[in-house]
């Protein structure tokens, strides 16, 4: 347990040591730009790698987690999907208030062109339905 937390914590300093180099003033005032690029690729190149460690680093903890506590994993699951469901519910009812408002424009739009004689059923689709009834029927494709 110690040698995890010291590897996780020597990833750290290793993060650290990456983006402060990456921030010092030896690049912004280097005057060689090959010089200034080699070490910025260094720098990233490490941190890929810390960042892979860490990585690795977490899911073998997940795993340790999933071995010994495998109802916790589940629970967690079950939070996440259920926290998924709730944000798609909201884009879902974001989506057909739009769709309302989209609808109610275009019979007040459509309202304004006919005759108050000339309305259609109330309904959501009657617009469309009336614009296709003035259409002409579509020419038979010979067989």
């Known amino acids: ?16 040591a990456c983006f402060s180099s990456l921030v010092s003033q030896d690049y912004v ?4 730009q090959e010089e200034i690029r080699t070490g910025v690729d260094q720098c990233i190149q ?9 990585e690795c ?3 073998q903890k997940r795993l340790q987690l999933s071995v010994q506590k495998p109802e916790q994993v589940l629970k ?3 939070s996440d999907l259920r926290n998924e469901l709730q944000r798609k519910e909201l884009l879902v009812q974001k989506h057909l208030a739009k769709l309302h408002h989209w609808q109610q424009v275009l019979e007040d739009v459509s309202g304004q062109h006919r005759k108050p004689t000339d309305l259609p059923p109330p309904g ?4 469309l339905e009336q614009a296709s009834a003035s259409l002409p029927p579509a020419p038979l494709k010979p067989s």
């Open 1 to 16: 347990m110690i040698s995890d937390s010291f590897s996780l914590i020597a990833a750290l300093f290793i993060f650290q």
């Open 29 to 32: 005032n280097g005057t060689d």
């Open 46 to 54: 490490k941190f890929l790698d810390v960042a892979r460690q860490t």
């Open 57 to 59: 680093f977490f899911l």
């Open 76 to 78: 967690e699951d079950v």
């Open 124 to 127: 959501p689709l009657a617009f």
